[in-house]
């Protein structure tokens, strides 16, 4: 099992969808999470730390469940220029930043 | 503005030859990273720096130098020795702590190298 994984997707939606992405972890003792969006041929670009009890900014939810271990990234009210590839991000115990886990990415289609 | 500046964006290189990626931050972060990254696969750790004169490998390092002699810049070498070196490659940098807040890490542009 991959320490960190994610439904690649495409996830193709309309403009105006609700649309959610899962990732799972592997050690039940990982200490943080984050979502970093990434654009085609770009950098990733931190979106949004994941806390315990779920945190929201504007259009975006991210929640944790550590008894299933994963997290989850909520995009309400699809636009145009959400079209990214997703990466969970997580922060395995006893490990410095240099031990930060990538996901491979979900990638999000937003259309007309 | 603080960032990260990645030098060249593109870049080809015939097998056999040694290139060298530059990355260079003026975030005053003591912490610098090289990643890799491939279609289909998360960011992988080549080498990373928490201090000016010291470097670690990271999960990749095998037929990468790097050299930390300024704070602010962290160079990466790809050498003939890497198999399979076509690549979009990541520089990161951070400010080494312990709490979970926002900016964890701060990427550059990225440079893709390609092998002919």
């Known amino acids: 099992r991959k320490e960190v994984e994610q439904d690649p997707g495409p996830f193709n939606v309309p403009e105006g969808a609700t649309v959610a992405f899962n990732c799972t972890y592997s050690?039940?003792?990982?200490?943080?999470f984050f979502w970093y969006r990434q654009d085609c041929r770009k950098e990733p670009k931190l979106l949004m730390s994941?806390?315990?009890s779920g945190n929201e900014d504007g259009r975006f939810t991210a929640q944790l469940n550590r008894a299933s271990q994963y997290i989850s990234l909520l995009i309400r009210d699809s636009k145009l220029s959400d079209s990214a590839t997703y990466l969970c991000?997580?922060?395995?115990?006893?490990?410095?930043?240099?031990?930060?886990?990538f996901g491979a990415g979900t990638r999000l289609a937003v259309h007309p | 503005d603080g960032g990260i500046t990645q030098s060249p964006k593109y870049l080809f290189r015939k097998e056999g030859q040694n290139v060298t990626l530059s990355c260079e931050q003026n975030l005053n972060h003591d912490a610098m990273y090289w990643y890799r990254q491939d279609p289909g696969q998360g960011l992988r750790l080549i080498y990373y720096?928490?201090?000016?004169?010291?470097?670690q490998k990271g999960d990749i390092a095998e037929g990468y130098s790097v050299s930390r002699e300024k704070k602010e810049s962290f160079p990466l070498t790809v050498t003939s020795a890497q198999k399979n070196p076509t690549a979009f490659y990541l520089c990161a940098s951070s400010i080494e702590r312990t709490d979970s807040g926002a900016n964890v890490l701060t990427f550059g542009a990225g440079s893709r190298l390609t092998v002919l």
């Open positions: 991000v997580v922060f395995p115990p006893r490990g410095g930043y240099n031990k930060l886990i």
């Open positions: 720096s928490q201090i000016v004169n010291d470097f």
């Open positions: 994941v806390y315990s």
């Open positions: 050690n039940s003792a990982s200490q943080s």
